[in-house]
């Protein structure tokens, strides 16, 4: 969006929860809000990873502007559930973190139906006011430690036996994978750092998975600059699922280590979520612009093979580039 469009392009709320990942869209022109009445008549929109309240959708698609619907996949499943649940009669139980912009997008698409439990004993509570016979859902926030989830998630299912869950889980395969990375290393390490940034759900959840699986010392940074002078032994290093890349191998360079480093393989990922569909729609009505400007025939879809597009964005082909490539080039 930054190249199809003159800056500045508004994005509503933070697009990840890393500062790292929104101060470059800030350099590159990016203008973040928390209220879409905040952005003029006809700009450009970009509605965050974490997903928005129903209302809000409505809202941003208003007054002639240009929106562009960012929200996980993965996020837009829950969405669904919940209102396909409480469509048919169910109360939904939500387990999450009160405030977190995906909680907050989610509980919108059904307030009435939906109810949030962030512990064992706030199902038991919720319990107390649903009536024997009533259908009861759980779903939860994607970001979640699984150990935190696992423990509710056990509970609700003993207390209402008929308890109705998704197939497959909600909890996002790039959290649960780092978890399972991180305890397979944390047992060994004398120290770990977890890199993201504080308002980062799952980066918070690894720093307790982290301590949980027995390692005594968990320092949460930004960066490389913000690293503790006195590491020593075995240091774990994991990062949040927003975390780029680069500061992955900042983090690494500066620790300097002198035994090496020993990189714990736990999961191939091959999932792959293509760009938003009015991002595509944009660059197909760029791409056939300019070939129309250029006597050429306009293409039948986006160019698929690696590399810049006509258009310059670089998101062609985006099954073989990875965010952190687009990122560097950006900023590059």
Same mark, same amino acid.
């Given at each position: 969006?930054?190249?199809?469009?003159?800056?500045?392009?508004?994005?509503?709320?933070?697009?990840?929860?890393?500062? @790292?990942?929104?101060?470059?869209?800030? %350099?590159?022109?990016?203008?973040?809000?928390?209220?879409? =009445?905040?952005?003029?008549?006809?700009?450009?929109?970009?509605?965050?990873?974490?997903?928005?309240?129903?209302?809000? &959708?409505?809202?941003?698609?208003?007054?002639?502007?240009?929106?562009?619907?960012?929200?996980?996949?993965?996020?837009?499943?829950?969405?669904?559930?919940?209102?396909?649940?409480?469509?048919?009669?169910?109360?939904?139980?939500?387990?999450? @973190?009160?405030?977190?912009?995906?909680?907050?997008?989610?509980?919108?698409?059904?307030?009435?139906?939906?109810?949030? &439990?962030?512990?064992?004993?706030?199902? =038991?509570?919720?319990?107390?006011?649903?009536?024997?016979?009533?259908?009861?859902?759980? $779903?939860?926030?994607?970001?979640?430690? @699984?150990?935190?989830?696992?423990?509710?998630?056990?509970? %609700?299912?003993?207390?209402?036996?008929?308890?109705?869950?998704?197939?497959?889980? =909600?909890?996002?395969? %790039?959290?649960?994978?780092?978890?399972?990375?991180?305890? %397979?290393?944390?047992?060994?390490?004398?120290?770990?750092?977890?890199?993201?940034?504080?308002?980062?759900?799952?980066?918070?959840?690894?720093?307790?998975?982290?301590?949980?699986?027995?390692?005594?010392? &968990? &320092?949460?940074?930004?960066?490389?600059?913000?690293?503790?002078?006195?590491?020593?032994?075995?240091?774990?290093?994991?990062?949040?699922?927003?975390?780029?890349?680069?500061?992955?191998?900042?983090?690494?360079?500066?620790?300097?280590?002198?035994?090496?480093?020993?990189?714990?393989?736990?999961?191939?990922?091959?999932?792959?979520?293509?760009?938003?569909?009015?991002?595509?729609?944009? $660059?197909?009505? $760029?791409?056939?612009?300019?070939?129309?400007?250029?006597?050429?025939?306009?293409?039948?879809?986006?160019?698929?093979?690696?590399?810049?597009?006509?258009?310059?964005?670089?998101?062609?082909?985006?099954?073989?580039?990875?965010?952190?490539?687009?990122?560097?080039? $950006?900023?590059?």
């Amino acid at each position: 969006m930054v190249r199809v469009f003159e800056p500045p392009v508004y994005c509503y709320h933070e697009i990840v929860h890393n500062r @790292h990942v929104v101060d470059q869209f800030r %350099a590159q022109g990016v203008v973040f809000v928390d209220d879409v =009445d905040d952005v003029p008549d006809g700009a450009p929109l970009m509605l965050s990873a974490h997903g928005s309240a129903p209302q809000v &959708v409505v809202a941003a698609r208003g007054r002639n502007r240009t929106v562009v619907d960012a929200v996980c996949p993965l996020v837009t499943k829950v969405h669904h559930e919940l209102k396909v649940r409480a469509g048919k009669g169910y109360t939904v139980l939500y387990v999450g @973190h009160e405030g977190h912009e995906e909680a907050v997008g989610t509980m919108a698409v059904a307030p009435d139906s939906v109810r949030m &439990v962030r512990t064992v004993a706030e199902v =038991d509570d919720v319990a107390e006011g649903i009536p024997a016979d009533s259908p009861v859902a759980l $779903l939860a926030q994607t970001t979640l430690s @699984h150990d935190e989830w696992s423990e509710i998630m056990a509970r %609700a299912q003993e207390r209402f036996p008929d308890l109705w869950m998704p197939n497959r889980s =909600d909890l996002c395969f %790039a959290t649960t994978n780092r978890q399972a990375a991180l305890k %397979a290393i944390a047992g060994r390490a004398d120290a770990v750092v977890v890199i993201g940034s504080f308002n980062s759900s799952n980066t918070r959840a690894l720093e307790k998975v982290a301590r949980a699986w027995g390692c005594e010392r &968990v &320092v949460r940074v930004n960066d490389a600059a913000e690293l503790p002078d006195d590491l020593s032994g075995t240091v774990g290093v994991t990062a949040g699922a927003s975390a780029p890349d680069e500061l992955v191998d900042a983090v690494v360079a500066r620790l300097a280590p002198t035994g090496g480093v020993e990189e714990v393989h736990v999961t191939d990922e091959d999932e792959y979520f293509p760009p938003p569909p009015e991002l595509r729609d944009l $660059l197909r009505g $760029l791409a056939a612009a300019l070939c129309l400007g250029l006597t050429a025939p306009p293409p039948a879809e986006v160019p698929s093979a690696p590399g810049p597009d006509a258009a310059g964005t670089g998101l062609s082909g985006d099954r073989h580039v990875s965010a952190a490539d687009v990122l560097a080039r $950006l900023a590059g």
